[in-house]
Each structure stands twice: as C-alpha cells, then as structure tokens.
C-alpha cells in the first residue's frame, strides 16, 4: 500500500506537470485520474495532451534499487461551447471520458481515443450484441461448422476445426468476427469455449462408433483469457467426463499473442493439456509477436501458418521466404506444421513440396455443418479404400 500510495502521488505530480497552471487534475478511482482544461482547444491539441500524458505517466517509477514501469490510456470528451449548451451534467461528462478510455483499453495498450457519436453508437451497438450474446448461449443459437483439415503425408483427413457461429434470430448468421471479439471482453468467451469443448467432445464421441471417422481430431479455438484465468482444465475435463470422448482427439488452438501475454501462466496450463492426451496448435502462427526463446519451450504439438502467408505462395517469388521460414522453425522446434486458408491447387502444390504436414482451406473443404462433413469425411474414406482396393489387385 505504501509503495501504491507513492505512485499515485507520483502520477499526480506527472498529471500536474503535463498541463497548464488553470487546468485541473485529480484522481477519481483507484487508478483513474481526470484532467479538466479549459479555454478554446482544437482535437489535435487534446490529442496531443493525451500523449503526452502517456508518456510522461511510462517514465520509470521507484528508485534505482526498485524501478518498475506503468502503461496509461486516455480518453478525450469535449464540449466546445460547455457542458450547459451541450445539455450535460459533469458526471455524465465525465462518463463519456470514462467510454473513451475503456474504448482505448480495447485497442490496445497505451492508447488515446476521443468520444464522439460514432463512438457512442459503437459503445450502444457492442453492448446491445453482449446483451443478446448472453442469451445465445443459453438458447442454443450458436453452431459449429466443421473445417476438414487435410494431412499430405498420409493423403487423407486427419482433424477438423470447430469454428463458432451465431443464429442470431432476426438478423441472419453472424460470423465469429463480429461476436467473439466483444465476447472476449468479459468472461462470456469462457461460456462460448466451454460450450465449443462440450459440443466438439460430443461429436467425437460419436465419431468413435465409425471406423472410417474415430482417427479423427476435433480443433476448438480457445481464447488466452479461458486459458489463464478460466478454468480451461476444469472445462476440458467436465467435456470429457460428460461424453466419454477421447482426449487424445481433442485439440485447442491459441494464437501466440493471447499466449504471450502471460507466457508462464500459459505454459504451466498447456502442459496440464497435454498431460490429458489434448493436442495444442498456435494459430494465426507469424502475424503476432512470439518470442523466440518462449517458443522453443512453449508445450505445443502444432503451428497453424496464417493464411496470409499461404495466400502470398501464389505470387511465387520473395513471399514464400517467410513460408519457408515459418516451415523451418516448426520443423525444426519438432513441431507439426499446417497450412491455413489454402485456396487454390498452386498453394496446396507449394506448401507440399516445402514439406508442409496438413493443409486446410477451402480448396479442400469450406467449413460445413456436422452433417456435410460427415458425408464428405465418409466419402472421402470410401473413395480411398476403392483406390487402395485397385491398387492391389
Ligand atoms: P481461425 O481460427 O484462424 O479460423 C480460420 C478462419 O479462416 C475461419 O474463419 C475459416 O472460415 C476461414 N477460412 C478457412 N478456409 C479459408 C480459405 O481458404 N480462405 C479464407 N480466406 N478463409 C478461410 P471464421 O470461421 O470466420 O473464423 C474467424 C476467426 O474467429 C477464427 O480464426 C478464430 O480466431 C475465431 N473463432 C472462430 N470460432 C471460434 C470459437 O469457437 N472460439 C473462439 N474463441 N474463437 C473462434
Ligand atoms: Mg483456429
Ligand atoms: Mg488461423
């Protein structure tokens, strides 16, 4: 507390530092502070108050022996002509800040965002798609579709990705980009994850009936936060237990940045995965920041290149580098490498003769309702049998 007490204080002094002698500083919270300014000011002046706020508020905090660092996030509410022409009462003022610096939090670290109508229609739509998210889950209005992922080696199907959608009733079918990020907000990506787990638990259960179906996996997508702080394990385990599933058929994917963030809590929870017989995969592998040290000891079975890369292949040339790069540190970590997001003969072609192990994209197979690909997993398999069939006798 006392150490807490002093930062405050030092916070303070920053703020005061950062503004001018009429302007007002204080703190409102545990760690929000407010400045007032007042006098004519154009967005670009407020902007850079903002940042400046921000960097001073990173300088270094403590003494030589015990030096420690802290991030802010800002938000702007203007009111030109007043906050009686603009209708408003100072703690309704200071609640559109506050909207502004929790939309800032959102994009990120160390941001400045400024309040405005398009934020405030933003602010009302996301919490209007929470709300009606909450009962989705509870009224069976999501679904997986099921994404056939193709192993090069063997020449056949070897797992599936469960990718989430909405039914939202009303509006049509809403695509996991436009829900999960808000759903990663508040511990609703949990509810979202456990519901994946148990439902993909449910389909390889069923699965284990058909010989030409039980090899094979199902990949669920897992949020950093469910892993962290979640109660990943106890989901998994309650998704076993329930269906009777095979935990060596379950797999979850991450991306590397939700890993980063606490890398050590994530190894520690990975490992226990593991330890179950679960697979894990980093996904969208390339596009976020890993750090080379952690990968190396990171307790995952697979990388999932982004599909960005694969779609560079096309154009040849200096692109497929960063394939080739990708493909080298997986293999050479010992690790599984899939392709993401193949969609043409020419990628699928590239990334076999580069030694990639699986493919997945919609040149194989889009992603489908349980019964198509069921249907086509079964064809499939007859299709290969026939051929093996011809080609012994
Ligand atoms: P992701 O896990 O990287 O999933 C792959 C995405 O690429 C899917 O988009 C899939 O439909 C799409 N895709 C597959 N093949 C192709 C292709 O050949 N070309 C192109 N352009 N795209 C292809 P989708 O289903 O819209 O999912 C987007 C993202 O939403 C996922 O990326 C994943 O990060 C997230 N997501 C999906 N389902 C869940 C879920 O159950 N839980 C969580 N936490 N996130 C999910
Ligand atoms: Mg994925
Ligand atoms: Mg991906």
Request: hydrophobic share 45%; glycine share 8%; proline share 3%.
């Amino acid at each position: 507390h006392v150490s807490g007490d002093a930062v405050l204080t030092e916070v303070g002094r920053r703020l005061s530092a950062a503004v001018r002698p009429n302007d007002f500083v204080g703190r409102i919270g545990g760690d929000e502070f407010i400045v007032v300014t007042f006098g004519p000011t154009t967005e670009d002046d407020r902007v850079s108050l903002g940042r400046r706020i921000i960097e001073s508020s990173e300088l270094p905090y403590g003494d030589a022996d015990n030096l420690f660092a802290l991030s802010a996030s800002v938000g702007v509410a203007a009111f030109d002509d007043g906050l009686d022409a603009a209708g408003i009462t100072p703690l309704e003022a200071i609640r559109c800040a506050d909207s502004a610096v929790y939309a800032a939090k959102q994009r990120g670290r160390a941001r400045v965002e400024v309040y405005d109508a398009e934020l405030q229609q933003r602010i009302v739509r996301d919490a209007e798609v929470e709300m009606s998210l909450r009962q989705a889950v509870r009224n069976d209005e999501l679904v997986l579709d099921l994404q056939p992922v193709f192993d090069l080696n063997q020449q056949r199907f070897i797992a599936v990705e469960a990718l989430v959608r909405w039914d939202r009733p009303g509006v049509g079918r809403v695509p996991p980009g436009l829900f999960i990020p808000i759903a990663e907000r508040s511990s609703l990506i949990h509810e979202i994850g456990r519901w994946v787990l148990m439902q993909s638990c449910e389909v390889l259960a069923h699965w284990a009936q058909f010989p030409a179906l039980s090899h094979l996996r199902i990949a669920g997508n897992i949020a950093g936060s469910h892993l962290v702080d979640g109660g990943l394990l106890d989901d998994i385990d309650a998704a076993i237990a329930q269906t009777g599933a095979d935990p060596r058929r379950l797999a979850v994917e991450l991306t590397e940045t939700q890993l980063m963030h606490d890398i050590d809590r994530a190894t520690a929870v990975l490992r226990q995965v593991r330890e179950r017989g679960v697979t894990v995969a980093i996904d969208d592998f390339g596009t976020g920041y890993s750090s080379m040290a952690y990968l190396r000891e990171l307790p995952i079975d697979a990388l999932k290149i982004d599909r960005s890369f694969v779609a560079s292949l096309s154009d040849g040339g200096i692109d497929s580098t960063v394939v080739d790069a990708l493909l080298t540190i997986g293999h050479g970590l010992g690790r599984t490498v899939i392709g993401e997001g193949v969609e043409t003969q020419e990628q699928l072609e590239s990334l076999r003769h580069r030694g990639c192990d699986y493919v997945q994209g919609i040149h194989l197979a889009r992603p489908l309702s349980l019964s198509h690909v069921q249907a086509l997993l079964l064809d499939h398999a007859r299709d290969q049998m026939l051929s093996l069939d011809g080609s012994a006798s």
